[in-house]
């Protein structure tokens, strides 16, 4: 059995259900710190809600360090009934290892930390800084996790260069697609105000639903923008409409609805919340509008860390990579608040968060000799 292998089920047999870590991130401890690595336990949250974080660091001798970041939490497994075996056993059948976190991530965790091992036995004293970032809080609320070890960083004055987070981003073969960024996503409740009344006497009430409707529609076909290279236009969608008492009599006195921007890198925050406002005020609506940034968006240009991955691709697989924008938001956008080249790479994500998660053995080498090859570009650019 490989070291990958034999890691990934280690941390696959791990019940880190979030905020959970179980025994995942002592395990990554124990095989760095042998290497030179200061290791440091971050914990965050409430009492009923503990966050655990590791901050791992090999400093080099130029003074540029690359950082594998990750989770160890994973998703709930939903019907236990339902997966063809235990989720937190590792499993093998017709190529595949199954488990809980196979796919999202705790492949990528164990080809990284095997890939660091190998390129240290080759490369003990590199220029080449090496980090690991690890949370517990990725798939929950997002607040006590990587956000807390970026803040404690920034005010350390740490400088971070590089970064990969081991998201599953390929699609049909490993290596076919890395994200070298992320959109902002910006949610909005809207509760819109009326006048409950008999519906058989509407002059004597004010129907919100009504007077919503033709901000709603104005809204749902605006352009926001063009988007640009890297992003596409910035999208609006409703998710939900709450209204009415349940009686089909009343006119209702409020209706609430519930939407989400996920916007490009040449829109803001502010600047979509204004032009909301805006739309609303003229339309005559009374209304109250609760914003919730979830993430700003980033973006990290064709440059050096994403030639290293590309050509570390290529080197191993052949595939000539895509780069994309798309999915939903990632720890990626916390890192890029210190760090200036960030991207996402890992196995195939067709299976991750379904029961059944899987991966594919046979990716397993390949995707931590990616990894290795990734070091071993920027260690000699």
């Not at 009344?197 to 004597?204: F, G, M, N, R, V």
Request: hydrophobic residues 35%.
């Amino acid at each position: 059995m490989s070291k990958t292998l034999h890691l990934t089920e280690q941390l696959i047999a791990q019940r880190s259900v979030t905020p959970e870590d179980g025994h995942c991130q002592p395990l990554i401890e124990a095989r760095l710190k042998p290497l030179g690595f200061a290791c440091e336990s971050i914990v965050s949250g409430p009492a009923d809600f503990r966050v655990k974080n590791l901050w791992a660091k090999r400093p080099g001798r130029s003074g540029r360090t690359l950082v594998f970041a990750g989770h160890t939490d994973v998703v709930p497994t939903g019907p236990l009934e339902q997966w063809t075996s235990d989720p937190f056993v590792p499993s093998h059948r017709g190529g595949k290892l199954y488990g809980r976190g196979a796919a999202d991530m705790k492949t990528s965790i164990a080809a990284f930390t095997v890939a660091v091992e190998e390129f240290l036995a080759k490369h003990p004293n590199p220029d080449l800084g090496i980090a690991l970032l690890l949370t517990s809080d990725e798939e929950g609320p997002s607040v006590d996790g990587t956000v807390v070890v970026c803040e404690q960083l920034k005010q350390r004055g740490e400088r971070l260069d590089f970064c990969i987070v081991g998201e599953p981003t390929s699609v049909e073969k490993l290596g076919d697609m890395i994200k070298n960024g992320r959109r902002g996503s910006l949610t909005g409740k809207l509760t819109v105000k009326g006048i409950q009344a008999h519906i058989a006497y509407p002059q004597l009430g004010l129907n919100p639903i009504h007077k919503a409707l033709p901000a709603l529609d104005e809204l749902a076909r605006t352009e926001w923008d063009k988007g640009n290279d890297f992003f596409p236009p910035t999208s609006f969608q409703i998710s939900n409409i709450h209204g009415g008492t349940g009686a089909g009599n009343i006119i209702p006195n409020r209706v609430v609805i519930d939407f989400n921007f996920r916007f490009a890198s040449v829109s803001t925050a502010e600047e979509l919340q204004q032009r909301v406002h805006a739309i609303l005020d003229r339309h005559g609506l009374d209304y109250e509008l609760q914003w919730t940034v979830g993430g700003q968006p980033f973006l990290t240009t064709p440059g050096e860390l994403v030639g290293a991955v590309q050509a570390a691709i290529r080197q191993v697989t052949g595939l000539e990579t895509e780069l994309s924008t798309t999915g939903g938001t990632s720890d990626g956008r916390f890192i890029s608040r210190i760090c200036p080249q960030v991207i996402e790479f890992g196995p195939i994500n067709a299976s991750i968060h379904k029961i059944d998660e899987h991966v594919l053995v046979a990716d397993l080498e390949p995707l931590k000799d990616i990894y290795r090859g990734v070091l071993e570009h920027l260690d000699a650019p």
